[in-house]
């Protein structure tokens, strides 16, 4: 896959560039290892304030960069300005909590007698370089979410974005350098994916965080494994959305709408499968369908745009295939279904029902704006079918019965529960999954300390 921005509104090539060439690419990681020796070094203080004047930054080129990213992979630029100011409010999350996170604990006191020692302390120490290979579809979050936490610890990172989003990956790189972080604390490596396995075999390079499909996941995942390297990974989720009798229908369906088409319904986190208790499943799919009807599809540059085309031609032709797979296989489609004509990679909110076991729909992944549904006969049910995935990234449960929600938080194999409400990552909560949807934490104090070495210190009397 070239390296180059593609318009997906029209299918114009704007932009393309060159992969970095081994020369290059080995000046960056003498420079990133030469970084991280000083870097390491400095305060908590200092590395906020640099993080600060990168957030103020980006607040100042939001509009800018909304643009980018949107004539990039085609989120409606409303949604990517949001994208923007979350990242800024994450960076200044953990440029002022990122101290009280990593401080030195004490164990007990009777503990530290029983070891023989007059004083123990765990320390958390920054790992070195760190390689995030990051996805497309929150192309300016999905690095902040990993960079914010990385560089507070004192870890420097090198970026591997995706192919089609170069121009948001230099601008990360001149973000952080505008701020005043040393050149080497975060480099961008325009190179194709299959430099990544050479870069990972690299002794310089001490861990790795990946947000991606499953066999990128998996190749990320070996190699580190056989060079016996820390891996946090994010893969992808088929999250459910189950709506029981007490739910309020109304917010329910329109919640439920904007879970599924957010970002073009190219989000791992996005609700798909819709499971609706059997006495409100008439009247939940009515609501929901005419919601999703009532969606605007067009150019995503467009402040009235609801949903725009989705990043590439070839991610088109795979949602495609999934939703004529479910109709050959006797799926009803509620709203949708059809590629509108015209230039530009869109496809429409679409509801399918009548889902079964076989389709694959209900096996993989449809990353784009489908919504499937599915009618439980009561809360058992409810679960078995939200647990009937190789996924396991978030959850979506509406019930105002405090027995039912209790349930569902002890039930669902997930690696969050959003009750009345729509998943939504914070930087003050772990997020992450279980399953195929990866391992290991981000955000949060959980997140910080995936890429540190926890230290024990031991003095004796």
């Known amino acids: 896959m070239p390296i180059a921005t593609v318009n997906p509104a029209n299918g114009e090539t704007l932009k393309t560039y060159e ?64 994208e923007a100011a979350k990242c800024a409010k994450a960076m200044r999350w953990y440029a002022r909590n990122a101290e009280r996170l990593l401080a030195d604990e004490e164990p ?3 503990d530290v007698r029983d070891s023989g020692a007059s004083r123990v ?62 050149e080497g604390c975060f480099q961008t490596l325009l190179i194709g994916s299959g430099a990544v396995d050479e870069i990972l075999r690299d002794e310089r390079v001490k861990a790795a965080t990946l947000t991606g499909s499953e066999p990128a996941g998996r190749a990320v995942a070996s190699a580190s494994g056989e060079m016996i390297k820390k891996t946090v ?12 009798p007490s739910a309020d229908l109304d ?39 005419a919601g999703m009807e009532a969606l605007r599809l067009g150019d995503p540059l467009a402040e009235d745009t609801d949903v725009g085309p989705l990043a590439s031609e070839q991610g088109r032709k795979d949602l495609e295939e999934l939703v004529d797979d479910a109709r050959r296989s006797g799926a009803r489609v509620l709203c949708g279904g059809q590629r509108p004509d015209g230039p530009g990679w869109y496809y429409p909110p679409t509801v399918l029902a009548g889902i079964t076991r076989e389709m694959r729909i209900h096996r993989e992944e449809a990353f784009g704006p489908v919504a499937t549904l599915y009618r439980a006969d009561d809360l058992d049910e409810a679960v078995l079918i939200a647990n009937d995935s190789l996924f396991g990234l978030s959850s979506n449960v509406w019930t105002r019965d405090e027995k039912e929600v209790e349930r569902f938080a ?52």
């Open 121 to 182: 302390r765990v320390r958390y120490r920054p790992l070195g370089p760190v390689l995030a290979v990051m996805p497309w579809n929150f192309p300016l979050w999905q690095v902040v979410r990993f960079a914010a936490p990385a560089l507070m610890a004192g870890n420097v990172g090198l970026l591997k974005h995706a192919s089609n989003v170069p121009q948001t990956a230099l601008y990360l790189e001149d973000l952080f350098h505008r701020a005043g972080l040393p």
């Open 251 to 289: 917010r329910a369906a329109e919640v439920a709408v904007t879970a599924r088409v957010q970002n073009n319904g190219q989000s791992c986190i996005a609700a798909k499968r819709f499971i609706v208790h059997t006495d409100v499943y008439d009247a939940f799919a009515e609501k929901f369908v």
């Open 19 to 82: 992969p970095m060439g081994e020369e290059e690419l080995e000046r960056r990681l003498q420079l990133a290892e030469a970084t991280f020796r000083t870097y390491r070094t400095t305060s908590f203080a200092d590395r906020a304030q640099l993080l600060n004047k990168a957030a103020d930054l980006l607040d100042d080129d939001q509009q800018e960069i909304g643009r980018v990213m949107t004539t990039e992979m085609g989120k409606p630029v409303k949604q990517a300005r949001a």
């Open 233 to 244: 990974l994010e893969l992808g989720g088929s999250d459910p959305y189950v709506v029981m």
């Open 410 to 461: 002890r039930d669902l194999e997930a690696g969050s529960v959003f009750v009345n409400g729509m998943t939504a990552s914070h930087p003050a909560f772990p997020f992450g999954g279980v399953k195929r949807s990866g391992y290991g934490r981000e955000l949060s104090g959980h997140g910080i300390r995936e890429f540190c070495n926890i230290t024990t210190v031991w003095q004796g009397a």
């Open 108 to 110: 007990a006191e009777s």
